[in-house]
């Protein structure tokens, strides 16, 4: 069963970044996004990429500040954050950008504070 492990997370200060790294046990050749959860908010699509590395999309808290990528060789996908605000912090975790979602891994905490 797939599994998927999420890493990279930690604490930034507003405007400094982190990249977000998604490992995936099974090689697999589907949409994959990042989400992202804040206390007491539900889970948000944060960026999602295809099969071949394009297209992509970002919702618009993540447009000009977020790249997602990914190295279907090493099964990983990656999100890279640049300008971190106040309102990132959150849960971050990876899945199908569609369909029924593999079962969610533990995630990766953010934290953005100065």
Do not use: H
């Amino acid at each position: 069963q797939m599994q998927l492990v999420e890493s990279g997370g930690g604490s930034a200060q507003p405007g400094g970044s982190l990249r977000l790294s998604c490992l995936m046990t099974e090689t697999v050749f589907v949409s994959m996004a990042w989400y992202r959860q804040a206390p007491g908010k539900e889970r948000e699509l944060v960026a999602s990429i295809s099969r071949g590395g394009t297209p992509t999309f970002y919702a618009d808290s993540a447009k000009g500040r977020f790249t997602i990528s990914r190295d279907d060789a090493k099964n990983l996908v990656y999100l890279q954050m640049n300008n971190l605000k106040p309102e990132d912090a959150a849960v971050y975790c990876c899945n199908k950008a569609s369909g029924d979602v593999w079962p969610w891994g533990q995630g990766t905490q953010v934290t953005v504070s100065s």
